[in-house]
């Protein structure tokens, strides 16, 4: 991890779970830039190394655990941990998330008390 606070990544489409997601993890220090599609977080990856990315499962066009698994295949964006943000409860959720290439998940919709502690946990295994 870079010195100073930790870049998040939240490739979400829903904007009202962007704007929680983000406004949570900003009031608790972390820096944070959205992706509201796969083609946008594909972009912002070029540019920059995030320190995490919370990947929204289901997401229109090219969701989250096919691009969690592109990202894994490609040197540049391997080593970073992806969680996965999904709504999704059904017996072999967890599994596909972490067949897909996921450090793990956290349910949607996001708890506020807890969402910036879970973070800190995943950032903690870098």
């Known amino acids: 991890m870079r010195n100073g606070p930790a870049l998040i990544l939240v490739v979400e489409d829903n904007e009202a779970n962007q704007l929680l997601a983000s406004s949570v993890l900003e009031r608790e220090g972390f820096r944070v830039e959205l ?11 070029s540019i920059t190394a995030p ?3 919370l990947m929204d499962v289901q997401m229109p066009g090219l969701d989250g655990l096919t691009l969690t698994r592109r990202l894994k295949a490609d040197q540049k964006t391997a080593a970073i941990p992806i969680v996965a943000l999904t709504a999704l409860a059904m017996l072999g959720d967890r599994e596909r998330t972490l067949d897909a290439g996921c450090a793990g998940y956290i349910p949607k919709p996001i708890n506020t008390r807890t969402f910036a502690t879970e973070v800190r946990q995943f950032l903690s295994r870098v």
């Open 35 to 45: 992706a509201g599609n796969a083609q946008e977080a594909l972009e912002k990856l």
């Open 51 to 53: 320190d995490l990315i």
